[in-house]
């Protein structure tokens, strides 16, 4: 019996997220926030990763959330912020290293809501089917 070498995606996802979101837009993007940062920003947040692949495939069904902050005491800037992010997602395909593919990629929900204290907070989720193209079987 044969079995697929698998490898799990996670840091080529955030790594690809993170360059694109950098590049492709001008609000600043973090994994982890400096002390010094000002809003608005972008966070990457949860990232979920589940295998879904066949004998000799290894395909994996990915969710990656983004945070978006904003001070401003309207939606006016979040809903800005939503919209670059979105159009960033939506029409330039994630670039994965370490022989990963992106098979599709699409924006799952937006979600925004005033913080309890001041500004708005966003959450983007994408969903990203991603094949390992380094696969073996053993």
Known sequence: MSII???VPILALQKA??????SGQ?????????????LPYITIGAINI???GTKDKA???????LHLWSEYQGKKEINC????????LGYATLALE???QVISQDIDFFEAY????YGYHGVITLIVKIQDMECEKI
Not at 81 to 88: E, L, Y
Not at 114 to 117: L, M, Q, R, V
């Open 5 to 7: 070498n698998k490898r």
């Open 17 to 22: 997220v993170y360059k694109l979101l950098s």
């Open 26 to 38: 001008t609000t600043s993007v973090y994994d982890d926030v400096v002390p010094t940062a000002e």
């Open 50 to 52: 589940k295998p879904n």
């Open 59 to 65: 395909i994996y069904d990915a969710s990656l959330q």
């Open 81 to 88: 912020m939503m919209n670059d992010v979105a159009t960033v």
């Open 98 to 100: 370490e022989n990963f």
């Open 114 to 117: 005033a913080e309890d204290e």
